[in-house]
């Protein structure tokens, strides 16, 4: 980091409210002052899915963001707290009888590890397709699925100030070795992308790496500025700490020394894009929440927001709308909708398609140009990033109309197809190809994919 020390002090205004960071797991949930005046039963709950489940969550968003006079209705309490349908009711009896009847530790684990095995712990191909290989190994903690975006687990970053309850990386915080994407071989990904110069984005994901030190994050960013990396153009930071802790760009003990990093990279050549996971435009109405964003802003990073569609939490039009013009007036690029993942706690969470379309247009017609940079409803599918542009009648049929925004091939890329209505489907597999076809476009091409890979 020493490169980076003579880039000046950075200012911030004094700031009130939470400072210390503490952290709360299932087992501290009763220490929790707001939780243990709510009703026995929905603490009962909370224990009961907080065995399947990861739960985290810290004193500044218990004490900043949730509004405890609207529990259970709260978003950011749905968003952090688990909820009972967050498990199919047989699921969620299993677990509860067992807590109740004072079950034993490994039986109860036994169970919660079954009960995850059915949630589809890593969707879309991430375990058997996206996995890179260097000198005929695989490289564990990093994955290429598009030709130009390479993503990186740091293993010091895989946790976060608080988990989302509908996160669709769960399967990361489970303390499962088998399910955990994670490295901290900085030169194996360095070795990697010497020799792939098609990819000009690396995203450095998680977990959180903004829980790691600024020291660990710089170990892995700052060889990327030698002339050998030069088409690497684009370090993309995946974060929900703007949200769950600002204090990360504004009061911790190395947030200088971060901001620093990131303005010596873009000062470097490098573009520095802060992907900035937001749902609800509540997480950006506290003064250090937009203290950090003014901070970060100003280092030259660009911050693009980007959220899933998820039902307790934002799905509404208005919630949107409010969200995009609210990051808009802060100087935050509107990026993506996309919609719930296929894995998880979707039961609970999930919209079907036609009505996250429904919210998208309607949010959409709320605001002006610069906030309809946000692209969605996008799924994050195994063969890419399919977006739902509408429902449309071709040929007498009632279709929806569907494009890929990224695909494992990019000649998929832009070219519109059609799936036949269907009011309940929320995941392109819930799909069927339209207009007598017998099959979407892609779709010999990726079982042909899938194929190569299981072998």
Not at 17 to 33: A, D
Not at 114 to 134: C, D, E, S, T, W
Request: aromatic share 10%; net charge neutral; charged share 25%.
């Amino acid at each position: 980091m020493s490169q980076v020390r003579n880039l000046g002090a950075r200012t911030a205004r004094p700031l009130t409210g939470v400072e210390q960071f503490q952290v709360y797991t299932e087992r501290q949930l009763e220490q929790i002052p707001q939780v243990a005046r709510l009703p026995a039963e929905l603490r009962r709950s909370m224990h009961a899915v907080a065995q399947v489940l990861p739960f985290r969550v810290n004193r500044y968003v218990v004490d900043e963001l949730i509004d405890w006079d609207d529990i259970p209705n709260d978003p950011i309490f749905q968003l952090t707290f688990p909820q009972q349908g967050m498990l199919a009711p047989e699921d969620f009896a299993h677990i509860a009888g067992l807590l109740d009847a004072g079950g034993d530790p490994v039986q109860i684990r036994a169970a919660a590890q079954a009960i995850r095995h059915k949630l589809n712990p890593h969707p879309a191909g991430q375990r058997l397709l996206n996995v890179p290989r260097l000198d005929d190994k695989r490289l564990e903690g990093m994955q290429h699925k598009y030709r130009e975006t390479v993503l990186f687990f740091p293993s010091q970053g895989q946790t976060c100030h608080s988990y989302c309850t509908f996160c669709f990386r769960w399967a990361q915080f489970i303390g499962d070795k088998e399910l955990r994407i994670a490295s901290h071989e900085a030169t194996l990904l360095h070795r990697y992308l010497r020799q792939h110069t098609e990819v000009t984005d690396l995203l450095v994901t998680g977990g959180d790496p903004m829980v790691m030190k600024t020291k660990h994050l710089a170990s892995y960013l700052e060889p990327l500025l030698q002339p050998e990396f030069d088409h690497v153009q684009t370090l993309r930071l995946g974060t929900k700490a703007l949200s769950f802790w600002p204090q990360r760009f504004v009061l911790d003990e190395d947030a200088d020394d971060l901001l620093r990093l990131l303005e010596w990279l873009v000062r470097k050549g490098k573009q520095v894009a802060v992907m900035a996971h937001y749902n609800h435009w509540r997480e950006l109405d506290t003064p250090i929440a937009r203290e950090a964003v003014r901070r970060l802003r100003e280092t030259g990073a660009v911050i693009r927001s980007q959220s899933p569609l998820i039902a307790h939490i934002n799905d509404d039009a208005d919630v949107w709308a409010t969200l995009w013009q609210t990051q808009v007036r802060l100087g935050i690029v509107p990026y993506y909708m996309f919609v719930e993942r296929d894995t998880g706690a979707r039961r609970y969470f999930e919209v079907p398609l036609v009505r996250a379309w429904e919210i998208y247009r309607d949010a959409i017609q709320q605001v002006s140009g610069v906030a309809r940079t946000a692209r969605g409803p996008s799924m994050s599918a195994g063969p890419g990033k399919v977006e739902v542009q509408g429902v449309a009648e071709v040929g007498g049929e009632k279709v929806f109309v569907l494009r890929f925004i990224q695909g494992r091939n990019p000649d998929w890329v832009q070219r519109p197809f059609f799936a036949q209505f269907d009011a309940a489907a929320t995941w392109l597999d819930d799909l069927r190809p339209a207009l007598g076809e017998k099959e979407f476009f892609f779709q010999a091409e990726y079982d042909a994919m899938q194929a190569r890979a299981a072998h």
